[in-house]
């Protein structure tokens, strides 16, 4: 049990079925009875800590949904059976010709994994159905105890994943349908205008300074910026503009990159040194890259310096030279010509001493 909890209820390995939680140090086991999922199990052990907990609190509730496979509870079982196919303009993308080579290796979607793509979609909404009823259970806890107008909620996710955008269903991807996700706040006294959108960049990081500003406490120094002020309807003039993305190979084809998302612009680059540029107001599926298009180039230039700048340090193996990689490599060949000379001249002077 990790110090500073009060209760500490956690997955020894994510799962829907047949699963292990730590509770409060001791391993207990869950079987497959329609009353061990476990969506409901850790809303259960959520809502039964706010009525029991005195004073403020603080609750992370993280349960596996929508996760792979998505197993819904028995009720929710029959849900979206008329739920139309997923297929936004970047689906199974036709023309790839202009991605990087990762991409371009991806062979297009065949009909069995078309239909798994679907399969899955409705899985996870159906599987979602468990969690509204939770943040149903947890609200209602909140408002029965007392606490409700004065708690700050944060409904947020880990991760984006690809629905077949791009040939791609996975995460890891720089594209928007990967690195977005949704994050809707709630604080009754805390001065938000209910009902709003921002536009602004936030970020995961966000969180805890947000956290951090509306309880008051003191804190280390840590990255990210409190969002109440975005919430309370008075962004700060010098609000991010851009932001970092950075990926390390693995498992999957993914190149190691490192990528700036900026107010309306995407700029990847891959530790082999492709590149990608969107124009993500005129190309919001980002399906024409313009990282060769010369009309792009002063974008681009501006996109590679703020690169270098926020790609620091850069992650394990990736290019840190701060050059183009095709100069790098041109560098290296003339550097290896030179050599190659300069061998060649000493061997002709001993070869003529001799």
């Known amino acids: 049990m990790p110090p500073g909890w009060d209760r500490w209820v956690a997955f020894v390995r994510a799962a829907y079925l047949d699963y292990k939680l730590s509770i409060d140090g001791a391993v ?72 990087p080579s990762w991409v371009r290796a991806l062979p297009s979607l065949s009909a069995a994994e078309r239909s798994a793509i679907d399969v899955l979609r409705r899985a996870q909404h159906r599987s979602l159905l468990a969690v509204d009823r939770a943040v149903d259970e947890i609200v209602t806890a909140l408002r029965e105890t007392g606490r409700l107008h004065d708690t700050l909620i944060v409904y947020t996710s880990d991760n984006g994943i690809a629905w077949g955008e791009h040939r791609w ?69 010098d609000w991010r503009r851009d932001f970092l993305v950075e990926h390390l190979v693995g498992t999957n084809p993914v190149p190691t990159y490192c990528a700036v998302r900026s107010v309306g612009w995407t700029y990847v680059r891959y530790t082999d040194g492709e590149e990608e540029l969107y124009d993500l107001r005129a190309d919001p599926y980002q399906l024409a890259n313009i990282a060769h298009d010369r009309r792009a180039a002063d974008t681009l230039r501006s996109m590679r310096a703020r690169l270098e700048v926020l790609c620091d340090p850069r992650p394990p193996g990736y290019l840190d030279d701060g050059l183009d990689p095709r100069v790098l490599v041109a560098t290296i060949a003339l550097i290896l010509l030179f050599t190659v000379a300069a061998s060649r001249t000493r061997r002709t002077v001993t070869n003529a001493r001799g």
């Open 28 to 99: 207990r086991a869950f079987g497959s009875a329609p009353e061990d999922h476990s969506t409901e199990v850790l809303a259960a052990e959520a809502t039964a800590f706010i009525r029991a907990a005195e004073g403020p609190l603080f609750l992370y509730f993280a349960p596996a949904a929508p996760h792979g496979p998505a197993t819904p509870v028995p009720e929710d079982e029959g849900a979206f059976a008329e739920l139309a196919p997923w297929r936004p303009p970047s689906f199974d993308e036709p023309d790839v010709s202009d991605k």
């Open 169 to 237: 269903t996975k995460k890891e991807a720089p594209y928007e349908e990967v690195i977005r996700v949704p994050m809707v706040v709630r604080w009754d006294a805390g001065g938000l205008v209910a009902g709003s959108s921002r536009d602004e960049l936030a970020l995961n990081v966000d969180i805890a300074p947000t956290i951090v500003a509306a309880t008051g406490v003191r804190a280390p120094p840590m990255d990210g910026r409190s969002l109440l002020p975005l919430l309370r309807g008075r962004p700060p003039a």
